[in-house]
């Protein structure tokens, strides 16, 4: 199977999640007028039933290049997963409507190297995969001590091109 990539925007990926990205005229002008706030971008989901907090991580992910050929899709079902890249680097998004608790047809997006991502609670998605070192992330998740991974190998791989 072979999918293209499209160009991430906040209403394509809205069935999956949230464009965080400074576009148009800021919320709010702090900072004594020296700065502008893109206020409450993404909806940090981690149920009231999972026991678990927010916490931020640093991922540190190795590069990958166009084509990619992936067949491991997973979810958070107890919480959303938020990405924010440490450099102006684009990378790559994977993401899977859920089908009866699988993967469905799977859609690619390349971020312009100005955007982060929220998945929300129980998004099929690839795993983390920068175009550009160092691959390094910071990671907005839930941490707690119940299970918050399913993994899914693809019968199929896929193969992502450009268009």
Not at 50 to 68: E, Q
Request: proline share 10%; charged share 20%.
């Amino acid at each position: 199977m072979q999918i293209t990539t499209e160009p991430l925007t906040a209403e394509a990926f809205a069935p999956f999640g949230e464009v965080m990205e400074a576009e148009g005229a800021p919320d709010r002008i702090i900072n004594a007028g020296m700065c502008g706030r893109f206020h409450d971008r993404a909806t940090l989901d981690f149920g009231p039933e999972t026991g678990g907090r927010p916490g931020i991580s640093i991922f540190k992910a190795i590069p990958r290049a166009l084509p990619y050929t992936f067949d491991l899709l997973e979810r958070h079902p107890e919480g959303s997963q938020a990405f924010v890249p440490m450099t102006a680097d684009p990378f790559l998004v994977i993401v899977a409507p859920d089908m009866g608790g699988r993967p469905g047809q799977p859609r690619a997006f390349v971020t312009s190297g100005a955007q982060a991502i929220n998945f929300r609670r129980g998004t099929w998605h690839g795993v983390l995969t920068p175009l550009a070192e160092p691959g390094l992330f910071a990671v907005i998740d839930r941490i707690g001590a119940t299970a918050n991974l399913e993994e899914v190998i693809l019968d199929t791989p896929v193969t992502v091109t450009a268009p």
